[in-house]
């Protein structure tokens, strides 16, 4: 409880608010009462001479603006009374209702917060809203506040195209500058967006807002588009009050600031004068609308009851400051210039203005008792909507064709997945999903043929999968073809690989002549799995898989039974339970690469009496079944190579794939990854863009929101910092802010971590994520390499278009061109990457079957424990080392898993010690009841240093050994 004092200044603070609140509202009812009326007039005449506005459009604005203050008004008493919380007011600023009025309400607006007689104005233009009593529902944190759904008080409605925001300052500007760059390029590309293309995005912020550098930066970016030619359809509105918080801005500030900048016009208007404001806000809309270049409107306002609820003024403010403010209130002017041109009697007036305030509070008399969020479940629910059965099907597309998936909105022009809504979607739905061009893949229909087992429907999805042509369970273009006869070039089926036989055997059935898999033997996993694949881990799956035990069997027969059900990869040799032997991997022809043979050795050996763990952990993804996956062991690729290949893929399957980012387009990137999309897809897919980071993301984050699936790069993870807040306050809240209408579908490549050789430095070596790993929602992708790469940045795309999440895919740089894996010239630490596959969020990869000890690592930490590994085998200690792929949310079951399987877990972890990812992983196996030994080895809490000193303070493999060394001798 607060002392004496301390309620002596409450109360004193609370009067004080209260004595303002009846100063402003005694000053409108007194100046209104003392005006003198002018002569009667139609309200169908203009406002003033040569406005405009009519007198009913007047009166309408006028009504807008009273709304917005007497909606202050009751905030602050809702406040006062415990049943509100906190709420910045918008008095003073009322004159934006003109500006509302100047647009259209099919242009999209990202608001200042103090932008509500705006909000009230647009909503009062959308059949079936009511602005009171959304905004109050907002005010006192009720489920039933259409936007929010009681999160967070903020100006937003879907039906009214306001997209929502928060109070971060200025963050949104950088994407009001994404969206107004999107719009056209949407339509150009024909993608489906919810605005017209000759929409105008109209983006409000303050003036002190204005000198924030994310605010400099997105209005530079404007510029700066604009100049290249590019449609920017951007009107910033800057409310020029004179003040932030307590600190004043100089007088004509703004002005100097941008009221001369070269490419950026410049319009200005006393926000206090609502025929003027209305004026100029047409002229600055209409201007923008036809030239389609940026336009900077600064209102000029007053800001009158404090900053916010709990802002008392007169500790920082003159009275005689305070007292000119009410002047410039735009309420009172308006009311006033309605009299005195004869559209009303003061009377009149002051029966509105009454009118208004006594809706609002029966109104908020009625909200304030509506049901609150009271559970954890409720409030997240938003943050990280999940449909692992619909990211499947999207990820394992193999034309741009996608239609009758339920929940999702209309394909549009190009045959384009649009963004796929967030209603629910049954995971076993029995309705039929049709996918392809050339004939079809059906997902989940109640017939027979199932995609690569018998009744397990492929996936989780109940039923049959038939892939790409014509004819039932069948692979191939014009009836039934070999398995892998055929290949994409990213827009469906195209036909008979080089290669490949004319033969009539099918994929995926367990009938007579299939060449699929056996019915699966017990223990064995329902996922799928590649069958091999060259690397570490080709063939080490505890047992062995019959491939083709049918007649006409498709590929080579494994040792031993115990098939996967699920769809595989066929056409490799591959032996289970590996006992330290090279696996050979004999390859077929497939989609995209030819037969290659190559081989790796085993990381541990599996002598002794491994604990067998299933399958399922082996998996480089989830393949899938038929032509498009008829050969893991395609061709050979690097990391890099993988990625490359597979943003080929995906800017040629779909249309509304947009790969950008510094030096992305003509340089290919600054280590070659995007060499060449440019020159393939064109400068409207692939582009470069101003090196600054908030304008990459919020290019990304605008774009998203015209239906645009945006892959941007961030050339380092250094570098992510400069905008970390466009991934955190922006990206991250829009779904939760919205209750889900407005999502982010995004995936953020950056280059990262450490272990360049003679380049560096920490600014290109950083090996910190501590500031992505808290993210609410957020998904962190690593792969190691080029097959699990390929894998889950097209799962990663697909959890973005269909669930709107917000992806970072971290790629190790010093793996991006690692061919070798334990000696010179080996070849173990290339794969195939060309067969379309996935992997599911959180799942995690296990190379090995050791029962000593289990290593986890990812990236860079995953060949340097399997090196230690093969060490360790040699001295007959037995490891399997589990990549963890995915960083957030973390594999806990896999990683469980395979804890229990040994017993003893070391953690390699390349981060800092401190708020590195190896904090996470013991904290998962500790909550999650894991009783057995833990130890991690990790980087220093250092910067990376140039040079060989770098190697000083990072994770290696001697480091590695020691601690599994120190571990296992602690019995």
């Not at 004819?471 to 990213?490: D, E, L, N, Q």
């Not at 699936?709 to 779904?735: C, F, K, M, W």
Request: with cysteine; proline share 5%.
């Amino acid at each position: 409880m607060p002392g004496g004092r301390d309620i002596w200044d409450i109360r004193e603070r609370v009067g004080r608010i209260n004595e303002r609140e009846a100063e402003v509202d005694g000053w409108f009812r007194a100046e209104v009462a003392a005006t003198r009326p002018g002569a009667a007039r139609p309200q169908q005449e203009s406002l003033t001479p040569g406005s405009r506005l009519t007198g009913t459009q007047g009166l309408e604005l006028f009504e807008a603006q009273a709304t917005s203050r007497q909606l202050d008004l009751a905030a602050r008493q809702l406040a006062r009374e415990g049943r509100g919380y906190y709420s910045i007011g918008s008095s003073g600023h009322e004159g934006n209702a003109a500006v509302a009025a100047a647009l259209r309400v099919d242009d999209p607006a990202l608001l200042h917060y103090r932008s509500g007689a705006f909000f009230v104005q647009r909503a009062r233009r959308v059949a079936g809203l009511d602005p009171i009593r959304d905004v109050l529902l907002g005010v006192v944190a009720a489920v039933a506040d259409p936007i929010s759904g009681g999160r967070h008080k903020v100006f937003g409605s879907k039906a009214a195209n306001i997209i929502p925001q928060t109070s971060t300052i200025a963050s949104h500007l950088p994407r009001a500058v994404g969206l107004a760059f999107a719009l056209e390029r949407a339509m150009q590309l024909k993608v489906a967006c919810e605005w017209p293309s000759d929409a105008v995005v109209v983006c409000s912020f303050g003036d002190a807002s204005a000198n924030h550098s994310t605010a400099v930066g997105a209005i530079n970016t404007a510029v700066h588009t604009a100049q290249l030619g590019v449609p920017m359809p951007l009107l910033f509105v800057c409310e020029d009050n004179g003040i932030g918080i307590s600190v004043p801005t100089p007088r004509g500030w703004i002005e100097q600031a941008y009221g001369a900048r070269p490419g950026l016009r410049w319009f200005d208007t006393d926000g206090s004068d609502l025929a003027e404001t209305f004026a100029t806000a047409q002229e600055a809309a209409n201007w923008v609308r036809a030239h389609r270049k940026p336009a900077f409107l600064r209102m000029r306002t007053v800001r009158l009851l404090g900053h916010a609820g709990s802002d008392v003024e007169t500790a920082y403010r003159r009275p005689a400051d305070l007292a000119s403010d009410l002047h410039g209130d735009p309420v009172t002017r308006t009311a006033r210039l309605l009299i005195t041109a004869g559209f009303a009697t003061p009377g009149e007036i002051l029966r509105r203005y009454s009118d208004i305030g006594a809706r609002v509070t029966a109104t908020a008399e009625s909200v304030w008792g509506e049901a609150k969020l009271t559970s954890a479940s409720a409030i997240m629910a938003p943050i990280a909507p999940s449909r692992p059965s619909v990211v499947r099907t999207d990820a394992l597309r193999t034309s741009g064709t996608a239609s009758a998936i339920p929940g999702s909105a209309a394909v549009n022009a190009t045959g384009t997945a649009a963004a796929i809504s967030t209603g629910a979607v049954a995971t076993n739905s029995t309705s039929s999903v049709t996918l392809g061009s050339s004939g079809s893949v059906t997902i989940g229909s109640t017939g027979s043929g199932t995609g690569g087992s018998t009744g397990s429907g492929g996936g989780g999805l109940t039923g049959s999968v038939t892939v790409g042509t014509t004819g039932s369970g069948t692979v191939g273009s014009t009836g039934s073809t070999t398995h892998g006869s055929t290949r994409s070039t990213g827009g469906g089926l195209t036909g008979p690989a080089p290669g490949s036989s004319p033969g009539s055997t099918s994929v995926g059935s367990s009938g007579s002549g299939a060449g699929g898999l056996t019915r699966s033997a017990p223990g064995s996993s329902s996922r799928s799995a590649p069958v091999g694949s060259s690397g570490p881990d080709a063939g080490g799956l505890t047992g062995s898989v019959a491939i083709g035990s049918g007649s006409g069997a498709a590929g080579s027969t494994g040792s031993g039974g115990g098939a996967l059900t699920g769809s595989v990869p066929v056409g490799a040799t591959g032996s289970g339970g590996r006992t330290g032997s090279s696996a050979v991997d004999r390859g077929e022809s497939g989609v995209g690469g030819s037969a290659v043979s190559g081989s790796a050795r085993s990381a541990a050996s599996a002598s002794g009496s491994p604990r067998a763990i299933a399958p399922k952990y082996a998996a480089a993804g989830q393949p899938v079944s038929g032509a498009n996956s008829a050969s893991a062991a395609g061709t050979p690729m690097t990391l890099a190579q993988a990625v490359n290949h597979t943003l080929g893929q995906l800017l040629s399957r779909d249309a509304d794939v947009l790969v950008f980012g510094e030096d992305v387009g003509r340089k290919g990137g600054v280590y070659g990854v995007t060499k060449g999309l440019q020159q393939t897809f064109g400068v409207r897919r692939v582009f470069d863009t101003l090196l600054d980071e908030q304008s990459v993301l919020g290019t990304a984050l605008g774009s998203a929101l015209a239906g645009f699936v945006p892959i941007p790069e961030i050339q380092y993870l250094a570098y992510v910092h400069n905008a970390e807040d466009q991934l955190r306050g922006e990206a991250a809240t829009l779904s939760f802010f919205s209750n889900g209408q407005y999502r982010n579908p995004l995936v953020v490549r950056i280059a990262g971590y450490a272990y360049q050789k003679g380049f560096g430095g920490h600014f290109h070596n950083d090996n910190s994520i501590a500031a992505l790993r808290d993210i609410p929602g957020l998904v962190i992708a690593t792969p190691s390499r080029a097959d699990d790469a390929a894998a889950m940045l097209r799962t990663c795309v697909s959890a973005a278009r269909v669930d709107g999440r917000v992806c970072v895919y971290l790629e190790p740089i010093a793996l991006y061109h690692t061919r070798d894996l334990h000696r010179p010239g080996d070849g173990g630490w290339l794969a195939p990457a060309d067969a379309v596959r996935h992997i599911e969020i959180g799942q995690a990869r296990v190379h090995g079957t050791g029962t000593h000890l289990t290593i986890v690592s990812f990236a860079n930490g995953v060949p340097m424990s399997l090196r230690v590994a093969r060490r360790l085998a040699e001295r007959g200690v037995h490891a399997r080392v589990v990549d963890l792929r995915w960083l957030a949310p973390l594999p806990v079951d896999d990683l469980l898993d395979n804890a229990r399987a040994t017993g003893r877990v070391l953690i390699a972890d390349e981060t800092r010690r401190s708020g590195g990812v190896s904090e996470a992983v013991c904290t998962a196996l500790l909550d999650a009841g894991f009783d057995g030994r833990i130890a991690r080895v990790t980087s220093e809490d250092s910067f990376i240093p140039l040079g060989p000193a770098a190697n000083s303070v990072l994770l290696d493999e001697d480091r590695i050994e020691a601690a599994a060394d120190k571990l296992l001798a602690a019995l």
